[in-house]
T-cell receptor, first 115, second 112 residues
């Protein structure tokens, strides 16, 4: 149980294009999902908290117009990196909060490379 | 806000030995402390967690201890195996699964 999937697992795109990453909780409902960014050999940095049916809450320094988050259902949240640039290249990881267990389960991550 | 420190940053042990990783937190209101294992190129995997009303929890070769007074918690892995090699992250939360603050991570290498 407590499986979170992410799609795609990796993506390469040209500078200026937009990329959408999907995060799904497969066997539980997640009223809250989180998006993290991780640079090589570093810890996870929370970008935003996504609540089903409401606007996401962004951490300080994260541009909400650049990283669009939609949490349309209890099992799906999406992160869209708009007008991607090489500095946006990173490992993006989502997590979903299982209210029953009161903890977060992480997806496998999406590696984004912007050329 | 909450600050979580983690030591050591790297740890090498011989197969079969024990490994201990320690985290300290600053906010006495934190009440939930999970540990995650992250293998190269993968997402973090929850391996054990502890809540503030418990001092110790064990799951086979893995145990976590919590000292609320000193504001630190530790991960103990016994009889280490090569497949235990990974980066381990601790985290602290005030809201049981919300608003995690992660430690910087410990890279564990188990040498055969």
């Amino acid at each position: 149980g407590a499986v979170v999937s992410q799609h795609p697992s990796w993506v390469i795109c040209k500078s200026g294009t937009s990329v959408k990453i999907e995060c799904r909780s497969l066997d539980f409902q997640a009223t809250t999902m989180f998006w993290y960014r991780q640079f090589p050999k570093q810890s996870l940095m929370l970008m935003a908290t996504s609540n089903e049916g409401s606007k996401a809450t962004y951490e300080q320094g994260v541009e909400k117009d650049k990283f669009l988050i939609n949490h349309a259902s209890l099992t799906l949240s999406t992160l869209t990196v708009t007008s991607a640039h090489p500095e946006d290249s990173s490992f993006y990881i989502c997590s979903a909060r299982d209210a029953g267990r009161e903890t977060q389960y992480f997806g496998p991550g999406t590696r984004l490379l912007v050329l | 806000g909450e600050n979580v420190e983690q030591h050591p940053s790297t740890l090498s042990v011989q197969e079969g030995d024990s490994a201990v990783i320690k985290c300290t937190y600053s906010d006495s209101a934190s009440n939930y402390f999970p540990w995650y294992k992250q293998e190269l190129g993968k997402g973090p995997q929850l391996i054990i967690d502890i809540r503030s009303n418990v001092g110790e929890k064990k799951d086979q070769r893995i145990a976590v201890t919590l000292n609320k007074t000193a504001k630190h918690f530790s991960l103990h892995i016994t009889e280490t195996q090569p497949e235990d090699s990974a980066v381990y992250f601790c985290a602290a939360s005030k809201n049981y699964g919300q608003n995690f603050v992660f430690g910087p991570g410990t890279r564990l290498s188990v040498l055969p």
